[in-house]
């Protein structure tokens, strides 16, 4: 079975710094990508970030580029995200999501983690 | 990267069925068989419910179906249940690993 966990969410000032994780397991976690994906309070979901299955290769939204770095251990089948300058409207619910491969398809979500950005 | 549009919300009647559209762009829905559409319930993660357009992951009802023409996706429910009411999500692969998502669709069923 996937599962996907997240941690390190919490309430951070505008301007912090936050560090999210992912731990993933049931999968070959090295032959995958996986994403970052968001939620605002009583928003839509809005794609953040990936990452190849190498980790090799990154993508960001432009909401969050140059604020986020999205990396990956795959001795460990863990996920960073390491999050910069953040700003009010970075609160939201950061889900960590399975790739079907190289793209195409979020197939496995994790439950989530709440970043709160506010003073 | 501009949200996909879905409506704001649908209703129906139990055993009626829904419509939903997802319209995105020639760089999105338009380019590559990829819409994927999602279910969330209130303080839920989203499910997948149709990937590849029209594929049912395992364990989903065939009451729910999808499909695509031009720069416009839809997901149908047929025979609406209690359980379906919702918020709906659209997805589409846009190159590159990325995503985008639509705008949301909440399902009432009255």
């Known amino acids: 079975e996937v599962q996907l966990l997240e941690s390190g969410g919490g309430l951070v000032q505008p301007g912090g710094s936050l560090r999210l994780s992912c731990a993933a397991s049931?999968?070959?976690?090295?032959?995958?990508?996986l994403s970052w994906v968001r939620q605002a309070p009583g928003k839509g979901l809005e794609w953040v970030s990936a990452i190849s299955a190498t980790g090799g290769t990154t993508y960001y939204a432009d909401s969050v580029k140059g604020r986020f770095t999205f990396s990956r251990d795959n001795s460990k089948n863990t996920l960073d995200l390491q999050m910069n300058s953040l700003r009010a409207e970075d609160t939201a619910v950061y889900y960590c999501v399975k790739d079907r491969g190289s793209g195409s398809l979020l197939d496995y979500w994790g439950q989530g983690i709440l970043v709160t950005v506010s003073s | 990267q501009s949200a996909l549009t879905q409506p704001r919300s649908v209703s129906g009647s139990p055993g009626q069925s829904v419509t939903i559209s997802c319209t995105g762009t020639?760089?999105?829905?338009?380019?590559?068989?990829?819409v994927s559409w999602y279910q969330q319930h209130p303080g839920k993660a989203p499910k997948l419910m149709i990937y590849?357009?029209?594929k049912w992951p395992s364990g989903v009802p065939d009451r729910f179906s999808g499909s695509k023409s031009g720069n416009t996706a839809s997901l149908t429910i047929s025979g609406l249940q209690a359980d379906d009411e919702a918020d709906y999500y659209c997805c589409s692969y846009a190159g590159s690993y990325t995503y985008v998502f639509g705008t949301g669709t909440k399902v009432t069923v009255l």
């Open positions: 590849d357009v029209t």
């Open positions: 049931g999968f070959t976690f090295k032959n995958y990508a």
């Open positions: 020639s760089s999105d829905v338009g380019a590559y068989n990829y």
